[in-house]
């Protein structure tokens, strides 16, 4: 029982993180740019891209955030903010890669298909419910959940821009927007997938 209750609370962040490791790749960015209105800016499209790539290595590996740094494009403060997403992020990815194999082979050991497919479904339930909740709150307030998110896990004034300042020229709202939107729904149909996954096994044994 204690292994099943664990798997179905541990299966949403997993889920969840698992879908922003695979989010945080070149491919999501160049996605996204092509999907995004971007504001009026001196820089081309390509310029921004490059710019918004070198962002996106700069909170995935030391390397990348030398480069970030020494590009001398970035301020301070947004050197700063970009430091404290890689921690969060090298955090996330850490618990992600310990937890996840665990999760596993708990799951496997579990006593018959029964057991594995209610797992499946109640923690489906679960990410149901906030995947839903991430997609109606970013359609009707997304600046608050936006605003919820930083201040949670950053200082309330670490996070705050100029709109001339480079993060907000390469990464404006309708970037996080929209990023928020494609990996809730991807979120929301891989966890769909798995559910039917898991009915069928709970089908399997009755």
Do not use: C
């Not at 992600?96 to 499946?120: D, Q």
């Not at 149901?128 to 950053?154: D, K, P, Q, R, T």
């Amino acid at each position: 029982m204690w292994k099943r209750v664990l798997l179905s609370l541990l299966y949403p962040s997993l889920l969840v993180i698992l879908s922003i490791r695979l989010a945080f790749s070149e491919p999501f960015v160049e996605f996204l740019y092509s999907r995004i209105e971007l504001p009026p800016d001196p820089m081309s499209y390509e310029v921004r891209l490059s710019i918004a790539k070198l962002g996106l290595r700069s909170v995935l590996s030391e390397e990348g955030m030398r480069e970030f740094v020494q590009s001398g494009l970035f301020n301070q403060r947004e050197i700063k903010h970009m430091e404290d997403v890689k921690s969060l992020l090298s955090l996330f990815f850490t618990f992600l890669y310990i937890a996840l194999p665990f999760w596993f082979f708990i799951f496997l050991r579990l006593r018959g298909w029964k057991e594995r497919g209610m797992v499946l479904i109640s923690g489906g339930l679960l990410l149901e419910g906030f995947a839903l909740f991430v997609l109606f709150a970013s359609i009707v307030s997304y600046e608050w959940i936006f605003e919820a998110f930083h201040n949670l896990f950053f200082d309330p004034y670490s996070w705050r821009f100029r709109e001339e300042d480079m993060l907000l020229r390469v990464y404006p709202m309708d970037f996080w927007f929209w990023a928020t939107v494609y990996t809730a729904l991807g979120v929301f149909i891989v966890n769909a997938s798995l559910q039917a996954l898991g009915f069928l096994l709970w089908r399997k044994s009755v």
